[in-house]
């Protein structure tokens, strides 16, 4: 079974750029999720898509953070503008069932460096 | 106070010897407890994964869950070098989002 893919492994921008973030779940996961891991904290939580709609949002930073999931499969997490304090990893993770169900599987994750 | 705390270490040990991690929780609603391991630069991995209270095995890890004290464990016998990552607990209650504890960094050397 392949894995989560993210890219670009890595990005380096200068504050105000904009950047977006590609993520391809395992085939059939129907739960996709976006967490931001800043460096010696754990994962939180910046999105939750069951399918191609948003099950939970409340944590994204709405005024610069956006995503969306095309035909319920591949998703993207764009930032505009960046931030200093957006320097973190950003990982994908994809789940097959409802919320609670079942344990996700991560990607490697972007490193992305906010100058 | 933050909804799971998770010590962050580093916790040493020598080749061989038993590790022990745990988290404490606030929420009484969470239900699924997990811990997952990060190598450097990688996605976190499943580890443990277990439902309500009691005890897991698998291999050489074993997971407790005692929701009466809203503690949980993770022990990993005869460590290797190889387990030298960081151990991040999280749980769920139903139907609502994971969260995740800030994570253990564990050393284990030869």
């Known amino acids: 079974e392949a894995g989560v893919a993210q890219s670009p492994r890595y990005k380096i921008i200068e504050k105000r750029q904009s950047v977006a973030f590609w993520c391809n779940p395992i085939?059939?996961?129907?739960?996709l999720y976006w967490y931001q891991q800043i460096l010696g904290q754990g994962p939180k939580l910046l999105i939750q898509?069951?399918?191609?709609?948003?099950?939970?949002d409340s944590q994204l930073p709405k005024d610069r953070f956006s995503a969306e999931r095309l035909k319920g499969v591949d998703s993207t997490l764009k930032i505009q503008p960046a931030k200093l304090e957006d320097s973190a990893v950003y990982l994908c993770?994809?789940?097959?069932?409802?919320?609670?169900?079942?344990?996700?599987?991560f990607g490697n994750g972007t490193r992305l460096t906010v100058t | 106070q933050k909804e799971v705390e998770q010590d962050p270490g580093p916790l040493s040990v020598p080749e061989g010897a038993i590790v022990s991690l745990n988290c404490t929780y606030s929420?009484?609603?969470?239900?699924?407890f997990m811990w997952y391991r990060q190598y450097s630069r990688k996605g976190p991995e499943l580890l443990m994964y277990?439902?309500?209270?009691g005890n897991k095995e698998d291999g050489r890890f074993t997971a407790q869950v005692d929701k009466s004290s809203k503690y949980i464990s993770l022990f990993i016998r005869d460590s290797q070098p190889s387990d030298s990552a960081t151990y991040l607990c999280?749980?769920?209650?139903?139907?609502?989002?994971?969260?995740f504890g800030g994570g253990t960094r564990v050393l284990v050397k030869p």
């Open positions: 993770a994809s789940s097959p069932r409802v919320p609670g169900d079942s344990p996700l599987h």
């Open positions: 085939s059939g996961h129907a739960t």
């Open positions: 898509f069951q399918n191609n709609g948003v099950v939970d």
């Open positions: 929420n009484s609603a969470f239900q699924y």
């Open positions: 277990t439902y309500s209270s």
């Open positions: 999280a749980m769920e209650a139903a139907g609502n989002k994971l969260t």
